[in-house]
């Protein structure tokens, strides 16, 4: 069942999917556009990708499920996440993460009581050279300190306009 909603969002995975050879090879975008429309993924995304690729809801949640970038549960405002693989790890990522925990009071994988924030960890952002790497809204953050996780929070807490999942996507 749609709503209008959910029907804008159908036509926007259906424009996108008919530049693909066959529905299904334009999972990935369309998951991208759905987690863009409701901020993360729930029953209903996996429900309106599934008609708009006219496939099951059950195959939209598995290829999501897959990939670490699909949120399966609601995530805070602002997305901060802390690579803590080999080079990040080397180079003092995990001080960085243990100043975030510290600063918002949580663990990672945990969101912020208020639902301003969102922190965990993850693997290898790409960004190895200038590590260690944060991503912030999506938005990487190199040669990253302990020393700039309050100005960082301070700067966000100014920002009215969180998450920028799907800029440039798609
Ligand atoms: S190890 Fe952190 S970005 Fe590659």
Same mark, same amino acid.
Request: proline share 5%; charged share 20%.
């Given at each position: 069942?749609?709503?209008?909603?959910?029907?804008?969002?159908?036509?926007?995975?259906?424009?996108?999917?008919?530049?693909?050879?066959?529905?299904?090879?334009?999972?990935?975008?369309?998951?991208?556009?759905?987690?863009?429309?409701?901020?993360?993924?729930?029953?209903?995304?996996?429900?309106?990708?599934?008609?708009?690729?006219?496939?099951?809801?059950?195959?939209?949640?598995?290829?999501?499920?897959?990939?670490?970038?699909?949120?399966?549960?609601?995530?805070?405002?602002? /997305?901060? $996440?802390?690579?803590?693989?080999? #080079?990040?790890?080397?180079? &003092?990522? +995990?001080? @960085?993460?243990?100043?975030?925990?510290?600063?918002?009071?949580?663990?990672?994988?945990?969101?912020?009581?208020?639902?301003?924030?969102?922190?965990?960890?993850?693997?290898?952002?790409?960004?190895?050279?200038?590590?260690?790497?944060?991503?912030?809204?999506?938005?990487?953050?190199?040669?990253?300190?302990?020393?700039?996780?309050?100005?960082? /929070?301070? $700067?966000?807490?100014?920002?009215? #306009?969180?998450?920028?999942? &799907?800029? +440039?996507? @798609?």
């Amino acid at each position: 069942m749609t709503n209008q909603g959910t029907s804008a969002l159908i036509e926007r995975i259906e424009a996108t999917a008919a530049k693909y050879p066959n529905q299904k090879s334009a999972i990935i975008p369309a998951l991208h556009l759905a987690q863009e429309h409701f901020g993360w993924l729930p029953p209903e995304a996996f429900e309106a990708v599934a008609e708009a690729l006219d496939t099951t809801p059950a195959f939209a949640q598995s290829v999501a499920s897959f990939y670490d970038m699909f949120h399966l549960q609601p995530i805070g405002k602002h /997305l901060i $996440e802390v690579c803590t693989n080999v #080079a990040c790890a080397l180079n &003092g990522a +995990g001080a @960085v993460l243990e100043e975030f925990e510290q600063q918002l009071g949580v663990h990672a994988g945990e969101s912020s009581t208020d639902g301003q924030y969102t922190l965990r960890t993850v693997e290898c952002l790409g960004g190895c050279g200038t590590a260690p790497t944060v991503a912030v809204n999506n938005r990487y953050r190199e040669f990253f300190e302990r020393s700039q996780v309050k100005p960082l /929070l301070q $700067e966000l807490k100014a920002t009215p #306009a969180g998450w920028t999942e &799907g800029e +440039g996507q @798609v």
